[in-house]
């Protein structure tokens, strides 16, 4: 289990909708992403956690990657 807060990457492609839906949701006490691996999550959630700090200095998070293996 990974509980480091994820750097954005320099060059990506920006997701405006996924984006918006998580600015709606920043108030919530907690926000899952969920997809199918090599989706994007990790990225997504790093470029948001760069926007938050880039416009309040500030970043309130914790971030958790937990993987589940089913047989």
């Not at 994820?6 to 907690?30: C, H, S, T, Y």
């Not at 959630?45 to 970043?59: R, S």
Request: charged share 25%; glycine share 2%; proline share 7%.
């Amino acid at each position: 289990m990974r509980q480091t807060i994820p750097f954005p990457r320099i060059r990506l492609v920006e997701r405006r909708r996924p984006l918006r839906a998580l600015d709606d949701w920043r108030e919530l006490p907690l926000i899952r992403i969920t997809t199918p691996a090599s989706f994007g999550k990790t990225t997504l959630a790093a470029a948001w956690l760069g926007q938050i700090t880039a416009a309040t200095n500030e970043a309130h998070v914790r971030c958790m990657a937990v993987a589940v293996f089913r047989r």
